[in-house]
């Protein structure tokens, strides 16, 4: 046990939840824990030991002391590990639903949350008059800018047109006095016109404001474009905002370029020796750039099938027995289909075809074009630090390639435990309309809303390659590529095709279930909390299940 003197402690209560217990937390430091953590692996005494003794003088923190220990063991000794024992909050806001994916997307040490689509509705115009999306600087000084904005607004007008009379449609389909929900928590689920008290009368009603006013976000966010500003909020460490602001300098989107530097300085002011080596990757744009020209050249005239939604890839096993016969080795056969399906992971990113394509494309390739692939992917490394991408995490025992709408992509692409690729966002590859939309007899004027979004990106793309993928509406599909072990298939599959979730991502979970058996019949098996069924009102029972969350608290508070 520590032993401190009355003094001591009296200096530490103010900076750890105890003096005395081996186990305790840390408060009161920001931007300073991680320099005394720092000294665990060199110090023989304890954190408590340390504070006191190397960051405590004349009974405060010597905050010019922990500064100088981050600055020599970051950067003289390059110890990234101390980089994860600080940690900050950062607020995005009114940012493109573009720019979101590509912070969230930074996977490991960060934790984002996000305004969500399904409960938001974004039919108001800001103190200018303007619909809240984004006018990115570049296009509204061209040519095209006058596009953009009658486009834009033409989708949101279209968007908030149709706010009241699809909630009026489910009103219809849900007449409140017959909804029925479990307002009290007893198990029973009762009718308005059963209740007597006022509480749960009250509780009642707003259920059923917030179920007709979640299908309706469920529906119409399938007409919101990328463009649409929202607020992402994230808790991450040290060494996770390093990488962010390094990937968003790096990034092709001059929008990301902006909050990269915007976010470099806001962390200067709370961590500024964990960011200090942030800048942009000169690397990652060389090799983003050869890929673009390779994947041009190699696959010109190649058209992207769109059929499929959810294929389990397989390993290549089909031409086993040909290749046998061929006189190769097994080895060497599956090893061929290893790399070839690496080789179709470093294109994927860079055009519109399924991975089924591209691994048919490498198969009939000669060496010399799939060293040209691996030479551009890889690139020109001066340092371990230049670190290639993703597609050498090919090699997952399930990998997904999925075709569906943005939506779903990012509902499922907050799965951490997974390696994903996605190929650019844009319009061409199909647009998913929601069946109330057209039950509702609204489908004429989302594709309208589609048709604008695919004129005003192909007209945008030969100037602005990446703006243009700001026309991309929810309902419009990516193709998408998730790798994912045995145990993050029960997680990911299990969470979600739960009732209350989104029809579109339930339906990829039920999808991915049953390739699975087809595969692995006892995997599939042992995941057996998955929900086969289709909910017309997904989150009824868990909006009544809030009401009853919140009488319980009041309960306790009264």
């Known amino acids: 046990m520590p032993n401190f003197t009355p003094e001591e402690k009296k200096l530490l209560e103010k900076y750890v939840t105890s003096v005395d217990d081996n186990v305790f937390a840390v408060r009161n430091m920001p931007g300073l824990v991680g320099a005394i953590y720092a000294r665990y692996s060199r110090a023989p005494g304890g954190f408590r030991d340390t504070l006191l003794k190397e960051f405590i003088s004349e009974g405060n923190i010597d905050a010019a002391r922990a500064q ?13 590990s101390v980089g994860e024992l600080e940690g900050a909050h950062v607020s995005f806001e009114e940012i493109s639903m573009i720019a979101t994916k590509e912070i969230e997307d930074r996977r490991i040490g960060g934790s984002p949350i996000e305004q969500s689509t399904r409960y938001v509705f974004y039919d108001q115009r800001d103190n200018n008059g303007h619909w809240m999306y984004v006018r990115p600087p570049e296009i509204m000084n061209s040519e095209h800018a006058s596009t953009y904005i009658e486009t834009m607004d033409f989708i949101f007008s279209t968007y908030a047109d149709l706010v009241e009379p699809m909630q009026q449609y489910y009103r219809k389909l849900k007449p409140v006095e017959l909804a029925e929900y479990d307002i009290n928590g007893d198990g029973h689920k009762e009718h ?13 009603q707003r259920t059923y404001k917030m179920d007709i006013r979640t299908k309706a976000c469920d529906t119409l966010r399938y007409l919101l474009p990328l463009s649409t500003k929202t607020n992402v909020g994230i808790f991450g460490n040290g060494r996770f905002f390093q990488g962010l602001i390094s990937h968003c ?11 990269g530097e915007q976010a470099h300085r806001a962390l200067d002011q709370i961590m500024p020796r964990y960011v200090k080596r942030a800048k942009c990757n000169d690397y990652q744009i060389t090799i983003r750039n050869q890929m673009h020209v390779l994947a041009d050249r190699l696959l010109a005239g190649v058209e992207p099938e769109t059929k499929g939604y959810v294929t389990l890839v397989d390993s290549g096993e089909q031409y086993l027995a040909l290749r046998l016969m061929q006189g190769e080795s097994v080895q060497d056969i599956m090893q061929d289909e290893a790399d070839g399906l690496t080789l179709a992971h470093m294109l994927y990113p860079y055009t519109r075809l399924s991975l089924a394509q591209l691994r048919t494309i490498i198969r009939d390739m000669a060496p010399k074009q799939r060293q040209e692939i691996s030479q551009a992917y890889i690139g020109d490394r001066q340092t371990r630090r230049d670190r290639p991408g993703r597609a050498f995490e090919a090699g997952y025992p399930h990998i997904f390639d999925l075709l569906t709408d943005f939506g779903t992509y990012k509902d499922l692409m907050r799965h951490r435990m997974t390696t994903q690729l996605r190929q650019k966002f844009s319009p061409l590859l199909g647009f998913s309309l929601p069946e109330d939309l057209i039950a509702a007899g609204y489908a004429d004027r989302a ?13 945008l793309l030969p100037n602005f390659p990446a703006e243009a993928s700001y026309a991309t509406l929810h309902g419009n599909k990516v193709r998408w590529l998730m790798g994912l072990n045995d145990r993050e298939a029960f997680h ?16 990829v979970g039920q999808e991915m279930h049953r390739a699975l ?11 057996k909390f998955v929900d086969y069924n289709d909910y017309q009102w ?5 909006e009544a299940q809030q009401r009853v969350k919140e009488r319980a608290l009041e309960k306790n508070n009264a």
């Open 249 to 259: 300098y790096t990034s092709d989107i001059p929008e990301v370029q902006r909050l």
């Open 192 to 204: 308005l016109t059963e209740l007597t008290d006022n509480n749960d009368i009250k509780a009642f």
């Open 447 to 459: 594709h309208r809303c589609h048709e604008r979004a695919v004129a005003l990106y192909e007209r």
């Open 517 to 527: 058996s087809q595969r692995s019949p006892w995997l599939a098996e042992a995941i």
């Open 68 to 80: 100088d220990l981050i600055e020599r063991v970051l950067i003289a000794f390059g110890d990234d």
């Open 538 to 542: 997904a989150r009824a029972d868990s």
């Open 492 to 507: 990911l599959i299990e969470l979600r095709t739960i009732p209350q979730g989104h029809a579109s991502y339930r339906r």
